[in-house]
């Protein structure tokens, strides 16, 4: 038995299809306006979007600071949100005014970035530095931005010799309604060609 699903008042299904499209991953975005005030904001609409080059994804709900700075400025920072910084993530996702820091409103640390203007959270294990690929593209009620990434900074102590390590990482995700999930079992599987899959496939 299934429950059929209709749009809401809103004529939208998008209270359903969030908490079905989970775990979903954070940007915590942090950008520069032209006036020189920083801003910091979650986005829960965030992935990669090309491999060469590498280019980072994420979905502005409406026009929020993030995306009128990003516009302004052409740059950002992708702070990487960890389970222990959860208070303080979740408190960046209060509508401040656009002239009140959300650094300085949740106690946050200002990094300088190498290679953008906009700082880094100096808490967060990890940071993407990114310009702006594309002018962002409307879809809905919503803007797609495209990030160039211009440099990478991970912290040596959630390193390996493969790379970062997402157990040390312990990266949080936003889930349905008000919920969040962080990290349950991890499996290592790696992907089988069909060679392996088929032995008497003709292959060249």
Known sequence: ????????????????????????????????SAAGIDNLAPHSFFTVASERPTI????????????????QTGEFVVN?????????INATGTDYPPELSEFDAVGLTRERSLTVAAPRVAESPAAIECRLHADPIPVGDSFLVLGAVTHVV??????DRLGP?????????????DEW?????????RRAPYRDVDPEADLP
């Open 154 to 159: 991970v912290d040596e102590q959630a390193m």
């Open 165 to 177: 390590v997402v157990g040390s990482l312990r990266p949080i995700a936003r889930l349905g309604r």
């Open 80 to 88: 990487f949100a960890p389970a222990g910084l959860f208070e303080q």
């Open 56 to 71: 980072v994804q994420f979905v502005s709900v409406g026009e929020k600071d993030s995306l009128r700075n990003i516009r």
């Open 181 to 189: 999930g962080e990290l349950g079992r991890i499996r290592s599987v």
């Open 1 to 32: 038995m299934r429950t059929d699903i209709t749009a809401d008042r809103h004529g939208s299904f998008a209270r359903v299809v969030k908490s079905l499209v989970v775990p979903r991953p954070i940007a915590w975005v942090s950008s520069l």
